[in-house]
């Protein structure tokens, strides 16, 4: 017992450590030497835990995932109108980003440069499934409140996206200066401006 939780905290050292030289180091490609040194352990260490760098990098993914999408089914599960939980989620979102700094470098795979495909495959997927409950309480939103996005349904989803995504990208882009939830109270409502109308019923 006491070497299975010694072996699990050592992994979520190794995978803080991680992040936290991703956050401090923008734009130096991380070795498992410089990684190594700052868990304290050899290189061998790192390996008994994670058989390759792109397995710890999986680790920080599997921790976004687990993450955004525990919390992205307690807001689907609400009674909330479509609008409420379309902000509660790109408020989660972008959230999680500004607290996780080192993290955001893989969302935007601006730390993922070099590294295999199928790492830039898995984020790509996690927006994409992101973009997937947006565009499904869109549907519902014409089903329980007869509201229906202006634009098509995938470029109605899309913008809210691109917006988002934009504003995790600047952040990465200062250095982390500017902030993802800077002025969103302000711009979120200006997004929903006209997003939705009542479509005339259709008489038989």
Same mark, same amino acid.
Request: hydrophobic content about 40%; charged content about 25%; overall charge neutral.
């Given at each position: 017992?006491?070497?299975?939780?010694?072996? $699990?905290?050592?992994?979520?050292?190794?995978?803080?450590?991680?992040?936290?030289? *991703?956050?401090?180091? +923008?734009?130096?490609?991380?070795?498992?030497?410089?990684?190594?040194? =700052?868990?304290?352990?050899?290189?061998?260490? *790192?390996?008994?835990?994670? +058989?390759?760098?792109?397995?710890?990098?999986?680790?920080?993914?599997?921790?976004?995932?687990?993450?955004?999408?525990?919390?992205?089914?307690?807001?689907?599960?609400?009674?909330?109108?479509?609008?409420?939980?379309?902000?509660?989620?790109?408020?989660? @979102?972008?959230?999680?980003?500004?607290?996780?700094?080192?993290?955001?470098?893989?969302?935007?795979?601006?730390? @993922?440069?070099?590294?295999?495909?199928?790492?830039?495959?898995? $984020?790509?997927?996690?927006? =994409?499934?992101?973009?997937?409950?947006?565009?499904?309480? @869109?549907?519902?939103?014409?089903?329980?409140?007869?509201?229906?996005?202006?634009? +098509?349904?995938?470029?109605?989803?899309?913008?809210?996206?691109?917006?988002? =995504?934009?504003?995790?990208?600047?952040? $990465?882009?200062?250095?982390?200066?500017?902030?993802?939830?800077?002025?969103?109270?302000?711009?979120? +409502? $200006?997004?929903?401006?006209?997003?939705?109308? =009542?479509?005339?019923?259709?008489?038989?």
């Amino acid at each position: 017992m006491t070497n299975s939780s010694t072996k $699990v905290s050592r992994r979520q050292q190794i995978l803080e450590s991680l992040a936290h030289m *991703l956050e401090t180091s +923008p734009g130096a490609r991380i070795t498992t030497a410089a990684l190594a040194k =700052e868990v304290g352990v050899s290189e061998a260490a *790192l390996y008994r835990h994670f +058989p390759s760098k792109s397995k710890m990098f999986e680790g920080l993914i599997e921790f976004i995932e687990e993450t955004l999408f525990s919390r992205i089914g307690l807001i689907l599960s609400d009674a909330d109108a479509a609008e409420a939980r379309c902000q509660k989620i790109f408020f989660l @979102l972008l959230t999680f980003t500004e607290r996780n700094p080192g993290i955001t470098r893989i969302l935007t795979g601006d730390a @993922l440069t070099g590294e295999t495909e199928r790492l830039h495959t898995r $984020v790509q997927q996690l927006f =994409e499934r992101i973009e997937t409950q947006i565009k499904q309480i @869109l549907r519902e939103a014409e089903i329980r409140e007869g509201l229906r996005p202006k634009l +098509p349904l995938t470029a109605a989803a899309g913008l809210l996206m691109a917006t988002a =995504e934009g504003r995790i990208a600047q952040f $990465v882009r200062s250095g982390f200066k500017r902030k993802p939830t800077e002025f969103w109270g302000e711009q979120w +409502p $200006v997004l929903m401006q006209d997003f939705f109308y =009542e479509p005339i019923a259709q008489l038989n």
